[in-house]
């Protein structure tokens, strides 16, 4: 029965020392909920050169683009939500059918106007063609509004684009969004403002200077020339009187020696 009870007493102390030390211990530091992982970041505005890239097809414009700097002033102004463009974009085949030299031809600022030529500061859907008024402005006559005008025509599904030098048309559509559309042309767009020279406007006309009157010159006194027929009549006169003369000095030169001759011999008979 002791040995029971100092069991017992044993038991309880361990198990009253075991409670003490755990009661003891601080508790533990309670877990942080774990941190959502972020969400996608928000897209930027539309890179125009990077979805031609994405598409395939498009290198020779690509590289327009960006030489020129049309690509970044795109982007840069896409930013605002509030402007919005409209690209004709064509493609390599495109390109290569061009009389040979042509992009050779032009100047760095001859390529930006040409860049520029293909695109519109407005977005236009497919159906909003059918009701535009044109001339269309495009960014290459921002400078000069009037200039580097398109003329853009719709009959149905199909669009057609004029430029004075070039007649293409819309062969789909690349990319769109409430900010930007591209559309694919079968040709691309040769503005008149760069490859046909411009004829020069003439100059304003000088008044007429002031006429000088000069004085009438008096008429020069020409001597009367006398008739043929009285020049005739003239010369022909001295020389009829002269050949009388001697004809009558020759007949008394005879006729005298003989009337001399008769009247002596008349005497001596």
Request: a positive charge; charged letters at 10%; hydrophobic letters at 45%.
């Amino acid at each position: 029965m002791a040995k029971q009870a100092l069991f017992s007493l044993s038991l309880l102390l361990v198990l009253l020392f075991h409670s003490t030390t755990i009661l003891g211990q601080p508790a533990p530091a309670p877990k942080l909920p774990a941190v959502a992982p972020a969400g996608p970041a928000p897209p930027g505005p539309p890179d125009v050169a990077k979805i031609l890239q994405k598409i395939g097809g498009f290198t020779i414009l690509i590289r327009l683009l960006k030489s020129t700097g049309v690509s970044d002033q795109l982007r840069g102004q896409l930013n605002d939500s509030n402007i919005r463009f409209t690209l004709f974009a064509a493609n390599d085949n495109a390109f290569a059918s061009l009389k040979a030299g042509t992009l050779n031809s032009l100047n760095n600022e001859e390529k930006v106007r040409l860049v520029q030529f293909h695109i519109l500061p407005t977005y236009y859907t497919l159906q909003n063609f059918q009701t535009v008024s044109n001339p269309l402005r495009t960014q290459a006559g921002d400078n000069k509004p009037g200039d580097y005008p398109l003329n853009v025509t719709s009959m149905g599904n199909q669009v057609n684009i004029s430029t004075g030098l070039v007649n293409a048309t819309v062969s789909g559509t690349l990319y769109s969004n409430f900010q930007l559309a591209i559309y694919q042309v079968d040709k691309v767009l040769l503005p008149l403002d760069l490859f046909v020279s411009k004829v020069p406007s003439p100059a304003p006309a000088l008044a007429p200077a002031p006429a000088i009157i000069k004085p009438k010159p008096k008429p020069k006194k020409t001597p009367i020339a006398a008739s043929p027929k009285a020049s005739t009549t003239t010369t022909a006169t001295p020389t009829v009187v002269v050949n009388s003369g001697a004809e009558s000095l020759a007949t008394h030169g005879i006729l005298v020696p003989i009337g001399v001759a008769v009247f002596i011999a008349a005497l001596y008979l």
